[in-house]
């Protein structure tokens, strides 16, 4: 079984080192879950966003806060049943070898 990095991501400062986090991670052959809440659902809207796609084994986030910081439409790489609410957040932790908060 794949080994899997789950990663918080609540701020909107970091997405270049989360994208080198993922591709490094996924290079290594560990599986990437990520979990937007708060400022983190702000980054939908960076062209860089796009590229975590490719190197995540999931993603999802809190409707709520996508909502409240202006997510509208479409998010690359994820369906509408990936906005979700915490308890989508707990399954990660719950699921995950390791984890990270950024």
């Keep these: ?3 899997t990095l789950g990663i918080y991501v609540t701020s909107n400062q970091h997405l270049p080192q989360l994208v080198k986090l993922c591709r490094a991670a996924k290079n290594k052959g560990v599986n990437v879950d990520l979990f937007f809440t708060h400022l983190g ?4 809207k960076d062209p860089l966003f796009k ?3 490719d190197v995540t084994h999931r993603m999802a986030l809190c409707l709520v806060c996508f909502t409240e910081h202006g ?3 479409p998010v690359p790489g994820m369906s509408e049943k990936d906005k979700a609410t915490q308890e989508r957040h707990c399954d990660i932790i719950d699921e995950c070898d390791r984890y990270l908060n950024f």
């Design 41 to 44: 659902c702000s980054m939908m």
């Design 1 to 3: 079984m794949a080994r």
């Design 51 to 53: 590229e975590l796609v």
């Design 71 to 73: 997510g509208e439409g």
